[in-house]
């Protein structure tokens, strides 16, 4: 089983499932899940400590990008990349805009980090784009909504970011979903998330962006929602077994696994692992 922790992030990578950071388990804790063998290992920790990151894998790498530093919630640009053949991270480029709460997903194999919380404890809209083998970041045109606890995955070459929520509160979430065309370095309004919430996780299986969990004032969501890109709608599908917010889910295999995340408002642990096949 997973350590238990919430605020974590989460990546693919060879066949593994990488679960890192977060609170409860320790900020710098690596840990890596086998689906065939149903084995849990420890890797190499992170050189930084970090929750509210975001993660993505690209080029048999996997890249942490930002987040927040302790309990005091310093808020990171700090970009690291981890070789899962040494069992190595090093550092790269840092992001143009410190943030934490951020989402990022790849596109035309690009990483495009977007959103979160600035330095100034206000919600950003920043979206820019990290090139890996040049190590070098750019500016993008910003998302209409800035906003934190959000999420993101690509589909079809497009960015699609949904959920949310205002000023770092759970009292104040969103249901807005926005389209990001590099093509046209623009963006679009999408149909709206049936259930306005954050502290979320998405995954992408398909042509369908899967959305789990979150949390707001009244509790924790069990929620299992998808976009469906082809019909232009939403869909919704069986409740996750165990409510929580805070979570990772990462996509193996034509099924999703949903990992650790907070069963209860604010700062609660768990190490669940659960596995939905749509």
Request: aromatic letters at 8%.
């Amino acid at each position: 089983m997973p350590s238990s922790r919430t605020e974590v992030t989460g990546a693919a990578l060879g066949g593994r499932i990488y679960v890192i950071g977060g609170f409860g388990g320790g900020a710098d804790a690596v840990e890596a899940y086998d689906p065939k063998a149903d084995r849990w290992e420890r890797r190499a920790s992170l050189p930084h400590g970090v929750h509210h990151a975001a993660a993505v894998a690209l080029d048999g790498r996997l890249y942490i990008v930002g987040g927040y530093s302790g309990l005091a919630w310093g808020v990171l640009d700090t970009v690291y990349e981890y070789d899962p053949s040494a069992d190595r991270w090093r550092g790269r480029a840092p992001l143009p805009t410190p943030r934490g709460a951020l989402a990022a997903a790849v596109v035309d194999g690009r990483i495009h980090a977007v959103g979160g919380v600035g330095t100034n404890r206000t919600n950003t809209g920043a979206l820019e784009v990290y090139d890996p083998r040049a190590d070098r970041w750019a500016v993008r045109a910003p998302m209409p909504t800035p906003r934190d606890h959000h999420a993101a995955g690509a589909i079809d070459g497009k960015l699609y970011v949904v959920g949310g929520r205002l000023d770092g509160s759970y009292a104040r979430n969103l249901d807005t979903a926005e389209v990001y065309d590099p093509a046209r370095d623009a963006w679009s309004a999408g149909p709206p998330l049936p259930t306005a919430r954050s502290g979320i996780a998405a995954a992408v299986l398909g042509r369908r962006l899967f959305v789990f969990g979150g949390e707001a004032p009244s509790g924790t969501f069990g929620q299992v929602e998808a976009y469906d890109v082809g019909a232009s709608r939403w869909l919704s599908f069986t409740p996750m077994p165990t409510p929580r917010h805070g979570l990772a889910a990462v996509a193996v295999d034509g099924r999703i696994f949903v990992i650790s995340g907070g069963p209860r408002p604010g700062g609660s642990f768990s190490s669940a692992n659960e596995v939905f096949t749509p």
